[in-house]
C-alpha cells in the first residue's frame, strides 16, 4: 500500500496560520493525503511558537509540526515538548534539552510514521553534528517503522543536499526548511530517498521572507535597526506531496505544491 504525505514549509505568522485553517482540510481530502507534517517554528509574530497557536495548528489536519532554531524564542513552549509528541525540536541540540527530535505516529491509514527534525551547522549557531544525531536515530526510528521523514532546517543549500546524499536509502523523504524559498530540484534518489533542498515558505509572498518589504529595504540600504513586521499580501502554502511505499519505505514519486488563498 502506498500512502501520500503533504509536508508544508515554514507557516510565517498569521497569514501561514491563516490558509491553513481555512483551506487545508479540504486540500487533505481533495489530494487523498494520509500525514501532514509542518514547520512552525516561525509560526507567531514570526519568531517561535506558543502553546495555543501549537494547539490551533494541530487542528488544521496536520499530524507532527517540526521546528528549528527559533524553537527556544517562546520559552513557554518547553513544557509542551515533553508531554507532546506531535511537536518536535531538533535532534541534535543536547539530550537535556526539553523535548525530543523524533516522534512516530499513525497516519490516517493506521501505518507508522516517523518523522525528525534535525538543525544545519553551515552559517548557523553552533550545534552538535546532525549527521551523528541523525545517524542514531534514524536507527531508532527504523526499528518500529520503514517510513522515516526528516526536516532538515538549515541555511547551506550544499549542506541539505549533502545530507540528502548520506541518507538515501535510509529514509523515505528528507525536506529542507529554514530558508523560506521553494526550490525546484525535487527527486527521487537513486536508492529511493525523496528529496528537495526546500520547501518554501507558508504566508505572505509579497514580502522579504513573509516579512513587509519596505523595513526590510530600509535596513539593507541604511544598515540602521528596523522592525520586521509580518507581512500579508499574496498569502501561499507551499510544500511538497511524497508517495510512500509502505511496506519498504521507498519513496515512489515526489511533487512541489503550491496553494494560494482561496485558490
Not at 552538535?128 to 520503514?146: H, S
Not at 530540484?185 to 515558505?201: F, N
Not at 509572498?205 to 523595513?215: D, I, K, Q, T, W
Request: charged fraction near 25%; glycine fraction near 8%; proline fraction near 4%.
Amino acid at each position: 500500500m502506498a500512502i501520500r504525505i503533504l509536508a508544508i514549509g515554514d507557516i510565517v505568522g498569521t497569514p501561514g496560520r491563516k490558509i491553513l485553517r481555512e483551506q487545508l482540510a479540504e486540500f487533505r481530502v481533495a489530494n487523498d493525503i494520509d500525514f501532514v507534517v509542518a514547520n512552525c517554528e516561525n509560526v507567531v509574530s514570526g519568531s517561535g511558537v506558543t502553546v495555543k497557536i501549537m494547539e490551533k495548528l494541530l487542528v488544521c489536519e496536520i499530524d507532527v509540526l517540526t521546528s528549528g532554531d527559533h524553537i527556544w524564542r517562546r520559552m513557554e513552549i518547553a513544557n509542551a515538548l515533553i508531554p507532546n509528541g506531535r511537536l518536535i525540536r531538533p535532534v541534535n541540540y543536547p539530550d537535556n534539552c526539553p523535548g525530543r527530535g523524533i516522534t512516530i505516529i499513525e497516519s490516517k491509514k493506521g501505518v507508522k510514521v516517523a518523522v525528525l527534525n534535525a538543525l544545519g551547522r553551515l552559517f548557523m549557531n553552533p550545534i552538535d553534528c546532525p549527521y551523528n544525531a541523525l545517524e542514531k536515530a534514524v536507527a531508532e526510528a527504523r526499528r518500529e517503522t520503514p517510513v522515516v521523514l526528516i526536516d532538515f532546517h538549515a541555511e547551506a543549500t550544499s549542506e541539505k543536499i549533502a545530507l540528502g546524499w548520506y541518507l538515501d536509502g535510509k529514509v523515505s523523504c528528507i525536506w529542507g526548511t529554514h530558508t523560506h524559498v521553494q526550490t525546484a530540484d525535487e527527486r527521487v534518489l537513486p536508492k529511493g530517498t525523496a528529496y528537495i533542498t526546500d520547501l518554501g515558505m507558508t504566508g505572505a509572498h509579497r514580502s522579504v521572507l513573509g516579512r513587509e518589504v519596505a523595513p526590510v529595504l530600509q535596513k539593507m540600504i541604511e544598515q540602521l535597526p528596523a522592525r520586521f513586521d509580518v507581512a500579508d499580501g499574496d498569502i501561499r502554502m507551499s510544500g511538497i506531496i511524497v508517495t510512500v511505499e509502505e511496506s519498504t519505505g521507498k519513496a515512489l514519486g515526489i511533487e512541489r505544491v503550491q496553494l494560494a488563498e482561496n485558490e
